[in-house]
């Protein structure tokens, strides 16, 4: 828990939360689709994300479908009153495993029964839109339909807090026009900061920013350069990566995801990791870094 809590807390509205959280996707079968291959091991990963101090875990009910929810609940409930429960909608999955757009209004209701449903709750914590222009990135297009389906559940008390992933700086801030936005959950990394503005405007307003893929799509050159650092640092490249993040921005919650309580200490281990100004500045020029 000391570990955990050196990286310190952060406000999602009037919950408090560990800035090192745990991301539930890998728990569910392989493209988080289907069962998990081993369902004992992933309770005790989810046990021991709670025994080690982490305050919030990430998920979404299109994960299996249905399948992280439903561990998080045999798992976990009745929840500690510390915990928090974040998950996304906006996506249902195909029987063959696709990813497909679902952000009618009826379906985004259908959406948040199935995670309150399925996680055993009478409110959610916190629910992430998750903005399906382009699957794999974000792309414009107006929100404010199914931002509003989401702002009216909120007001029906079934959502405690509104969150937005995927998407662009334009996005977030026509959402913020809507409802109050407490989280933005986009893909970013040491190679990858295209979100590097967003990053910190958000920070002025205290709103906080959630990555994705935390060691995702780097080069052989910026991964040469990563393994140095990690070397430097007697650490392994994930917890390099991650402790980057941490050091990054005070905004900035991390999500990592595993489904081997070995792997989970480790990531945990990144909250104690402190970068040296060389190695953050050795690493700051990962980004722009050319194979």
């Not at 405690?160 to 334009?170: K, P, Y």
């Not at 970013?188 to 995702?216: H, K, Q, T, W």
């Not at 650092?229 to 900035?252: E, F, G, K, Y």
Request: charged residues 20%; negative net charge.
């Amino acid at each position: 828990m000391a570990e955990v809590t050196r990286g310190g807390t952060f406000q999602l509205g009037d919950l408090a939360v560990t800035r090192l959280g745990y991301g539930a996707m890998q728990l569910a079968g392989p493209r988080a689709f289907g069962p998990p291959k081993d369902r004992a091991a992933a309770i005790a990963v989810l046990r021991s994300v709670i025994e080690s101090g982490i305050t919030h875990i990430d998920t979404s009910d299109y994960y299996g479908p249905h399948v992280t929810n439903q561990l998080i609940r045999e798992a976990l409930h009745p929840y500690p009153d510390a915990l928090t429960i974040v998950t996304k909608v906006g996506a249902r999955r195909g029987s063959d495993g696709s990813w497909n757009v679902a952000i009618s209004a009826a379906e985004l209701e259908s959406a948040v029964h199935d995670n309150l449903r399925h996680l055993g709750v009478d409110a959610l914590d916190v629910v992430n839109f998750r903005v399906m222009f382009d699957v794999l990135a974000p792309a414009e297009g107006d929100i404010e339909e199914p931002l509003t389906a989401l702002a009216q559940l909120q007001e029906k008390g079934l959502i405690r807090h509104i969150g937005l992933s995927n998407a662009t700086a334009r996005q977030v801030a026509q959402g913020r026009t809507i409802t109050d936005i407490v989280c933005v959950q986009n893909r970013y990394n040491l190679a990858f900061r295209n979100d590097d503005a967003l990053i910190d405007s958000l920070a002025e307003d205290g709103i906080a920013y959630v990555p994705f893929f935390p060691l995702g799509g780097f080069s052989p050159l910026q991964a040469d350069a990563l393994n140095h650092a990690a070397d430097r640092c007697n650490a392994t490249p994930m917890q390099v990566a991650l402790a980057w993040l941490l050091q990054r921005s005070p905004n900035i919650l991390l999500i990592p995801g595993t489904s081997s309580v070995e792997h989970l200490q480790q990531n945990i281990g990144s909250a104690g990791l402190h970068l040296p100004e060389d190695i953050l500045a050795s690493l700051d020029t990962i980004g722009s870094a050319k194979t």
